[in-house]
């Protein structure tokens, strides 16, 4: 699977560092703004073409998926620019800065028959799946609580804190709590609450509440201060905990009624994290699937409808 990159920040970098790891995949171009800086990626990862602008890159083709890490506000036209071209996507989260624009996406890569998915790495990962696989041993659950927080210096120019760019804790952090809640809740909450702190228009620190029946599920997300960044399913009969930084843990405990410890689960990543995503896109190329059941579109899609509906609240 020859791949090709769209951006050259620090996920990006990550991204590569994985890829290079993972069996029959090539990292076979980047692009970047500037060919100064795509030719200076390209030697740090081995890429052999590298280009001045994403259009060059999506010409090439040899190319058969291409990983999109540009800023949230460039995703929809950087990946419609990728359809024209017939190649594949993992896009970074948040795949969009609407649910219309996501829409539209959906629709070309399932017409043309391409692939495409937001990389959503947590659900990729062994602890996310062994979490899972636990559920049913903490009974109904009651309460599923996340927190993605770090402090974050104060720049108007910077993506995280420009609107133009899609900045916002909730475009930046929020899919990744939600992913949890959701995964355990699933998704017909009766109610969405919420409390944020608002900066020059963007979205820098809040707690949303997602209510169910009989259940609820709580994500917080800042660039104002540390969290502990943790997550915690609560059920009738126990519990189950992510280690801090859960969107890319490595152990996941398991807790009875007592609170008593009796399971630990821990996989070390074989690189950094990055790789169980790239090896799950990479057994679809190899299947010809053009989805990922990991990280299915429509999952995706309902995330980003509950972070619409919370960004329009703040408005």
């Keep these: 699977m020859n791949i090709g990159i769209i951006g050259t920040g620090n996920i990006a970098r990550k991204f590569a560092e994985a ?118 041993k903490i009974g109904e659950v009651k309460a599923v609580k996340a927190c993605f927080c770090f402090f974050a210096e104060y720049n108007p120019n910077s993506r995280l804190f420009s609107k133009d760019l899609g900045g916002g804790a909730s475009l930046d952090l929020l899919a990744y709590p939600l992913t949890i809640i959701t995964a355990f809740l699933g998704f017909d909450y009766k109610e969405l609450k919420s409390s944020v702190y608002m900066k020059n228009g963007v979205d820098i620190d809040e707690t949303v509440i997602l209510e169910y029946d009989n259940a609820f599920g709580v994500a917080d997300c800042s660039f104002c201060y540390n969290g502990d960044n943790t997550a915690v399913i609560i059920g009738t009969k126990g519990r189950i905990e992510f280690e801090s930084g859960f969107w890319y843990a490595e152990t996941v405990n398991l807790y009875n009624e007592k609170g008593i410890l009796t399971e630990t689960f821990t996989e070390k990543h074989k690189c950094n994290g990055y790789e169980y995503e790239i090896e799950e896109v990479n057994n679809c190329f190899k299947k010809g699937k053009t989805e990922s059941e990991d990280m299915p579109l429509n999952e995706t899609f309902k995330i980003l409808k509950i972070i619409e509906k919370f960004r329009d609240s703040c408005e």
Excluded: Q
């Design 19 to 136: 890829a290079n790891f993972t069996k029959d995949v090539k990292l076979f171009a980047v692009a970047s703004r500037t060919i100064e800086k795509a030719e200076k990626f390209s030697k740090i990862y081995n890429i052999d073409c590298f280009y001045g602008s994403y259009e060059e890159l999506v010409k090439n083709e040899s190319i058969d998926i291409v990983y999109i890490a540009t800023p949230m506000s460039e995703h929809y036209n950087n990946v419609k620019l990728c359809f024209e071209y017939n190649k594949g996507v993992i896009c970074e989260k948040t795949i969009c800065c609407n649910s219309k624009e996501f829409s539209e996406l959906i629709d070309i890569s399932k017409e043309k028959g391409l692939f495409f998915t937001e990389a959503m790495w947590t659900k990729c990962l062994p602890s996310f799946k062994k979490a899972i696989e636990w559920k049913e």
